[in-house]
Structure formats: C-alpha cells, structure tokens
C-alpha cells in the first residue's frame, strides 16, 4: 500500500474522468499527495520520484460515491446484534465499500456516532470512504421510520431522530440538528412504512404543508441542502412545492400521476436518488440462493452469517409470498418512475439506502448502477450518477466525482471496459483512496 504522502502515477489505462466526454485512452494520472496533480496523454510528464502502476487494458475512473446510506444499520439480518453491531464488523463494513470502488458515502440516517466514525476514518484508525452525512432526521409524531425501527430491533439507537408536529417545533428540530453541523437536512414526509414489513398497505402521519414548509425553509436559513424522504406522488409535490432540493427515492408507489411531478422537478432542478437495490433486498437471495458465498471475504462473515439465520429480517422477507409479491410490484414502479424521470430531465443521483436487511454496504453499489442503466440511462450517464452527479448532489464537486487535476485523489481501477459492459465495475482492480493505494492484495477483508 502507497503512502497518501507520495507521488503515484496511473499510467496506460482507458480514463473516464466523469465529465462524459469521449475517453483517454494512454492515459497518464499523477497524484501527489492526497490530490491530483496532471492529468493528460502519454506525454505527460511524471515525477522521477513516482511510483508507476501500469494500466494496460483496464478503465480509470473517479472512486464511486454512493449518496444515499445508513451506516448504523447493519445491513444483515438483525439476528445477531452482538456480532453484527462489534467493532471489529463495523471497521470491516467500512473498508467492504473499498472493495467494490466506492471511495464516498453520504450518511442519511440519524446517527448518533456519526462524529466518532468520522473522526476514526479521517485518521485512520478505521479504513474506509469518505463520509458526510445529515447526523439527524426529522418525521412527524409516529411516522417513518419509527415503526421500521421497532421491526429491525433498532428504536433504541434512533437517538437523533426528531418527531415534530407543528411549524414551531420544526423550527426548533431544524436549529437544534443545524447545531451539530451536519452536511444536509433529512425529512421524512410520506403515509407509508416502506422498506418493512409492511410496504404498500400503511397510512401513517406526515407533516402538514405549514409544518413541511418551516423544516425546508428553516434548513435553508441555516445553509442546509435539503433532501427528503417520500414514496407517493402527491408527497413528492408536496416536498417539492415546499422547495425541498432533492427526493431521498424516486416515487415507489404510484406511476399515475407522476408526469407532472418530474416535470416540476426538471423545472426546479431537483433531482433524485434512486435505492432500488434496497427493494431488490426483498427478495435477491431467492433468486440467488448462492448470493452470500459469493461475497465471502468482501462483507463481514458476521453480516452474511446473520442473513440465513433462523430470526434473520431478511430471510422472513426473502420468504414472505406476500412481502415479496408487494416488492416486486414496488421495484417495478421504481424501475418505470426513474426511465421516465430521466427522460423528462430529472437529476438521477446513485444512492442506495444501503443499511436495511439484506442491502449489504458497498456489494450493492455496482447492482445499483446496473439497475439505473436498466432504466435507460447510458453507460456513461450510469458511470456519471456514481462519480459526477454524485458529488454535486452532496455538494462535494469542487473537490469530488471527476478526475482532474487539483481534485483529491480518489480514484478506481477496473479490468475491463464498463462502457461496453456495465458489470466491468465489478472488477476493481486497484483502489486510490485520499492518495492511498490499496492494491488487489488489500482488497479483501481477509
């Protein structure tokens, strides 16, 4: 592993650099330090004090960002929350992202060690991407997610989760968050218990317009991007209308009615992401009962062990006729919104929901680009809404999401060309992570 205090230079690979533009091919990236320092053809000029890793035949592209995660949740099958929550499966779970060339998360859940785990991953002490993240989130009394904590066994960590009812306290919850200088406001605004148990038969609270309108205006007051929870239509425009900036999910519970709402969204820039890999959870180990074995060595045994367990969430979801039949039809819905958002002009934005059972950290970030091709964006545009747009959806671009000189050195490496096979991201051959290297001998959690 290269020290983040060197000078590295990726030389011969294919560069897709996030901008969309046609790719390098000889290409030659030098980074110093933790940035990027030239960027060019073969005539670049390289350090003589640079170590040269060769590239022949394979892509470089930006390290992926996946702008939509909850880091607290474990992601197996909340059967064994002594294994499952350890320290030691927490710091795997956080160098699993490495693994599948995801270099930046963005954090959207309540989370009360948010502080912590930044700070040990700035320093060192844990191994993995970046993060940023809300830290708090806001839902009406009783509303989302409040009855899926109590499903997952986790009500008792959801410590920053605010629960308002009225204008004036959603002032105060907006204040108070803003206190701990978070990278965003996250507000759930939706009647239904989506990912749980209970996915399309649910009538639960949400805000009111007056109440929805202070938390968006109130979290702009205090320099906050706004992102906001919804699952129908009509909470889309609400949130919409209300001027929140971006959709936390594309809609999942309706296509009726939708065309006016993507339409409001192109018109108003607010874009979307789109955690489709989160419904496929529901039901992605019955079609691939040999799913788990093949992650060994890159997610946490004690994450994988707990999904086949007899009280495992997911394996009760994974063998529910009746949850799988709601899922199916929802990820279908999911799939149809985003085609369509897309062609109508919306931001589409990578982001996973990664946390829930079965939605297992880092392995699910290529599935999800797979998914958003699927839905008729390039190849290219795919790559872009894990690199570029990312980084604009989390207000990272100055420094993230494309390969430039003067950006911070995040960087991937694949076998393969992901413009012919969109799957090639699978096969992440080096990672650079803030000027470190990890090679395909540290990637692994072995």
């Known amino acids: 592993m290269a020290s983040g205090n060197g000078r590295v230079a990726l030389v011969g690979g294919t560069l897709i650099d996030g901008n969309g533009g046609v790719p390098l091919r000889d290409a030659v990236v030098v980074i110093d330090g933790n940035r990027i320092a030239a960027v060019g053809g073969p005539g670049t000029e390289i350090p003589k004090d640079a170590e040269t ?10 390290g992926l960002i996946d702008a939509h995660v909850h880091v607290t949740s474990s992601s197996g099958g909340q059967a064994s929350p002594q294994t499952e929550y350890s320290p030691a499966t927490r710091a795997a779970k956080m160098k699993s992202w490495l693994l599948f060339g995801v270099t930046t998360i963005f954090d959207m859940g309540s989370n009360a060690v948010f502080d912590q785990l930044k700070a040990d ?23 989302h997610p409040t009855g899926l904590g109590r499903e997952l066994r986790l009500a008792d960590r959801d410590t920053n989760l605010f629960q308002v009812a009225t204008a004036e306290e959603a002032r105060t919850a907006v204040k108070k968050a803003a206190e701990g200088k978070p990278d965003g406001l996250k507000i759930h605004h939706t009647r239904s218990q989506f990912p749980g148990i209970s996915c399309l038969d649910c009538d639960l609270e949400k805000h009111d317009g007056e109440t929805l309108r202070a ?4 979290g702009h007051k205090q320099g906050l991007k706004v992102f906001c929870h919804i699952a129908w239509p009509s909470e889309a425009r609400e949130a919409i209308e209300a001027g929140v900036d971006c959709l936390a999910h594309t809609i999942t519970h309706a296509e009726t009615g939708t065309r006016p709402v993507f339409e409001l969204m192109a018109a108003r820039g607010v874009g979307m992401h789109t955690t489709m890999t989160r419904i496929e ?6 079609r691939d009962p040999f799913l788990r074995e093949k992650l060994r060595g890159k997610v946490p045994d004690a994450v994988l062990d707990s999904l086949g367990m007899p009280n495992s969430i997911s394996r009760m979801r994974n063998e529910s006729d009746e949850v799988e039949g709601d899922a199916r039809r929802i990820m279908e819905i999911a799939r149809a919104n985003t085609k369509r958002a897309h062609k109508m002009g919306v931001n589409i934005f990578c982001g996973t929901d990664s946390g829930g059972p079965g939605g297992l950290h880092g392995a699910v970030v290529p599935r999800e680009i797979e998914i958003i091709n ?25 420094n993230l999401g494309t390969v430039e000189k003067g950006k911070l050195a995040d960087v991937i490496v694949v076998a393969g060309n992901p413009l012919r096979d969109i799957s090639d991201l699978r096969k992440i051959d080096l990672v650079v992570r803030d000027g470190v290297v990890f090679g395909s001998s540290q990637l692994t959690l072995n």
């Open 374 to 398: 699927e839905c008729g964006l390039t190849p290219m545009q795919s790559i872009q809404a894990a690199t570029r747009d990312a980084a604009a959806c989390i207000g990272q671009s100055a």
């Open 53 to 62: 890793i060769r590239c022949d035949g394979k892509t470089v592209l930006p």
């Open 215 to 218: 938390l968006v205006d109130e």
């Open 281 to 286: 959870a529901y039901f992605v180990f019955k």
């Open 121 to 143: 991953l700035e320093s060192g002490k844990v191994v993995g991407p970046r993060m940023f993240g809300v830290k708090y989130a806001i839902t009406s009394p009783g509303g």
